[in-house]
Each structure stands twice: as C-alpha cells, then as structure tokens.
C-alpha cells in the first residue's frame, strides 16, 4: 500500500507541531480520517514556545480480528508554525517521532517514528516531515478508537515538544471481531519512539600490556566502549551515547594514547570557519594508578560548508604511570570549544577501554599530574572538566556527539557538543 507524503510546517529544532498518518496493512480496506487541534510547542532554550493548529491524517484498517497486528501511519498535514527565520535545515535533518492513543475496547500507547527524511529547508520556510508509522496488536473484541496525541520533532540534534491544548477528536477507528485465539493479553505496541543506530561490533576484551618488555609489544588496542554522556551545553542540557576507544603506544616507561570516536557526526547546519572546533577530553586512570590523562585533538584545518559531515579527530597525548601494576583506562569528561563556547559531556557510565601493565615513573599520574604533548594537567577531576556537570547526551540520540547550530546568529554547539550520528568506521 502506498504511502502519500505530504510537507507541514512547523520549527526545526524549534517550534514543529504535527500530526500524521495511520496505515493500515491488514487484509481489510483502510480508512482515512482527518482532525485538527490546537498544540502547544516548546522549542529548546532559547526559543519562545509557539501556539498553533495541527493537522493530522490517521489511515488505519476499518476491519481488523483479535491476534492480528495493524500497521497505522500518522501524516502531518499542517504542523503549528514554519521554520523560524535563525537557520537554514539541510536534508534529511528532521525527524517526527510521537503517540497515538488506542481506546475503547482496548487502551495503549502507540509509538510512532518518521524518518529522517526531508529537503531542505530554508529560514521561514514550511516545514516538511516524514509520515510516522506504527503498530498494534489487537487483543480484544470491539471497537478501537485511534487520537494523535503528543509528539516531539528532533531537528539538527535539538527537540521540539509538542503537546495537544484541547481534547482532540478521534481520528480513525478500526472493528476488530473475535478471532481464532491467536491474541495475547499484552497491547504493547511494537515499534520503539527512538531509532535504531547501527554501531560498530565491540571486541570481546582490551589486550593487556606489558611493561617488562618480556613480550616486546609495543602497540595496545583498547575494546570499543559505548559511553553515555551527560552534557551542559550553551543552550541547556543534551544526552548522547558514542563509541570510544583508547589505544596506547609503549615509549620507554610511558604510553602515547589515542583516543578514537568510531562514528562521524551529523552534518553541519551552518558554515564553520577552520581552526575554530577542538575537543579534548580527560582519561580516566583505575587500578594500581589514579588521576586522570588529558588527550586533545586538533582544530579543523579547514573550513566545514554548511551540510558538510563533521568529525571529532583523534586525540592523543602522554601517559605517565604513577604507580608499578595493572592499570585501567576509561573516557572521561569530554570538552568541545568551537566559536568561543564550551560544552562540556561527562559519562553518566563509564567501562574500561584499555588495560596496561605499568611501572611507575617519576613524576607519574598517580597523585600528581599527567601530560599530553608537554602541557601537564592535574589528575583526578581533570584539567578541562570546568563547571560542566552531567547532561544529557543527544540526541537526541541520537545518538552520540551532536552537531552546530546557529540560534541567534551565533553558532553554538547544541545537543552535547560534537557526538555521532552517522556511522562510518574510520580505517587507519
């Protein structure tokens, strides 16, 4: 069955309303039924919320017996507001995502997601969403109403929150007749509100290195870990997940790290001049050792064009062991300046990446300082985690390390600084 799309308005990142479409992919006819309501969008900080009429679209069965399962898509057809005049949406950069209540004979929250699938969009612009679509199984015998009810529009790794003012009117309604028996008791509907992301598979277990040179390896290869970050960005609080790992190279008694994220990050929603983007971010030391390792990646050496992928570089620096055993190493407190801001991620959770065996140096971590490239930083709480306490992650989602946005005119980094959305493995 074919599935019309139709563009809406609403805010990017900002102020979107919407609503959407049911599809029905039982062996019944599918219906088609359209409300509208007043909505209430609260856009991120920064943004005054917005108040507006949504348009949806329901398709579902009409028909529909106990045990089967309905697919239902949600369309927008008006959404709350346009695009505001800050920034211009590069494609594919927006994505719907929201409940349909079931009543009547049967109660449940459907979830529903769009894609991320959009053209462009430029600064005033109607906004165009994605149909969402999802799914119910139907357990008892009767009639099953179908509402829009609250629903949230991720645009360039910020949420719009939108919510209904007024009792909204059903928008379809399926007869479900008595099966063969083949239903359960449970309505939880299949699909999830958040996307699937691929991730890179993580290896089984970190090498161990040794010190005593008994073995000769020099080079380590730390596991790739999943790390949660909480972030205090300039526009308020993000939450991302992405894949780190720490590798280390043997020199001498210390160890040459580098830190890599395995993902690139989303595309830049605006142009970003070179030399203006830098994370660092501070390893943290367990085991025989403590402290903590400052590790920096570069600044872009040129310019990102709006719509461009951005990419968080490795990171590297020196680790000097504080204390003769086994020691651990884990990300910490990540920190991205770009355009005179700071964000600042620390792990809600951490795991070990890489595990070494150590033997003391003067001057080594434990209890005192660690160095990256010359420049020493103290240990424990870390020399860049300034006053950034936890925080959301993003993404979003989705998520990972976030991307630019440009609120105000200004370009400030939004939704926990710069983690990953795309997922792209970088060969070395």
Not at 270 to 283: C, L, N, Q, R, Y
Not at 305 to 318: A, F, H, R
């Amino acid at each position: 069955m074919s599935i019309r799309r139709r563009g809406t308005a609403a805010g990017a990142a900002l102020a979107l309303s919407g609503a959407g479409v049911l599809l029905g992919l039982a062996a019944s006819p599918a219906q088609a039924a359209e409300v509208s309501y007043a909505t209430h969008c609260v856009p991120p900080a920064g943004i005054s919320p917005i108040d507006g009429t949504t348009k949806v679209e329901i398709t579902a069965p009409a028909t529909a017996k106990v045990g089967d399962t309905v697919d239902v898509v949600w369309k927008f057809v008006q959404a709350a507001s346009k695009n505001p005049d800050i920034i211009d949406l590069p494609a594919n950069s927006v994505q719907p995502s929201g409940t349909l209540k079931a009543a009547g004979a049967q109660v449940a929250d459907i979830a529903m997601q769009g894609t991320r699938t959009n053209p462009a969009i430029p600064k005033g612009g109607a906004m165009v969403l994605s149909d969402m679509k999802g799914s119910i199984k139907l357990t008892t015998a009767g009639e099953v109403t179908l509402t829009p009810d609250a629903y949230t529009v991720n645009a360039m790794s910020t949420d719009t929150k939108c919510t209904p003012k007024e009792t909204v009117q059903k928008a379809a309604t399926i007869q479900v007749t008595g099966g063969d028996g083949g239903g359960t008791s449970s309505s939880t509907p299949t699909p999830s509100t958040t996307p699937t992301r691929s991730s890179t598979p993580t290896q089984s277990a970190s090498p161990t290195a040794t010190s005593s040179g008994g073995s000769g390896q020099t080079d380590f290869t730390g596991k790739e870990v999943q790390i949660p970050y909480a972030c205090k960005t300039p526009i308020g609080d993000k939450n991302a997940t992405s894949p780190v790992q720490i590798n280390a190279k043997k020199n001498s008694g210390n160890f040459d790290l580098t830190v890599q994220f395995k993902k690139s990050v989303m595309n830049s929603p605006a142009d970003i001049p070179k030399g203006s983007v830098k994370p660092s971010m501070e390893v943290v030391l367990g085991g025989a050792d403590k402290g903590t390792v400052h590790v920096e990646g570069p600044t872009n050496a040129k310019d990102i064009k709006s719509g461009d992928p951005i990419e968080i570089p490795d990171l590297t620096g020196t680790y000097k062991p504080g204390a003769s055993g086994t020691s651990t190493l884990s990300p910490g407190v990540l920190t991205v300046k770009a355009l005179g801001t700071t964000t600042t991620c620390t792990p809600t959770r951490t795991e070990v990446s890489l595990t070494l065996d150590t033997s003391r140096q003067p001057g080594g971590s434990s209890g005192g300082t660690s160095t990256s490239g010359g420049t020493s930083s103290t240990g424990g709480s870390g020399g860049t985690s300034g006053s950034g306490g936890l925080a959301q992650t993003g993404a979003s989602d989705h998520g990972a390390l976030k991307a630019l946005g440009l609120v105000a005119g200004t370009a400030i980094l939004l939704g926990g600084a710069v983690f990953t959305f795309m997922p792209k493995r970088r060969t070395r």
